[in-house]
């Protein structure tokens, strides 16, 4: 499995259950409401919708999906919000991010690069 499976498998988590864990919804026809943690808000005026799988703030014109809402809310970055998204489901993550093992001989092509590096560092020190 890779990241692109765990897209998938947050997009088929209703948005309302993730954002749930991190903001109140309330619940008004087919839609959720909720305060926008995105601005001084005293009024619900973003609405969380499960059957499209978005967000939308109506006072801010903010918007986007349940990871999109965990990027902004927690201020962190893609991979670091799928890792809370995946902490809040009870997901591994490390199911989803397998480190791809390089060749050797790139390997080996790195350290060679690394070490005339500092060949080259250390005579232009010289001079």
């Not at 954002?19 to 005293?42: E, Q, R, W």
Request: proline fraction near 4%; include cysteine; glycine fraction near 4%.
């Amino acid at each position: 499995m890779n990241l692109d499976d765990l897209k998938v498998r947050i997009k088929d988590v209703p948005i309302s259950h993730i954002i749930g864990h991190y903001i109140p919804l309330t619940k008004k026809g087919t839609n959720l409401l909720a305060v926008c943690p995105f601005h001084d808000d005293s009024n619900p005026s973003m609405h969380v919708n499960d059957s499209k799988g978005m967000f939308f703030c109506f006072v801010d014109n903010i918007g986007g999906d349940a990871i999109r809402f965990v990027m902004l809310y927690k201020r962190l970055n893609f991979l670091d919000a799928l890792k809370e998204i995946c902490e809040t489901q009870g997901w591994n993550f490390s199911d989803y991010s397998k480190e791809k093992k390089e060749s050797p001989k790139y390997e080996m092509a790195k350290k060679v690069l690394s070490k005339t590096a500092l060949i080259y560092q250390k005579i232009a020190s010289e001079s």
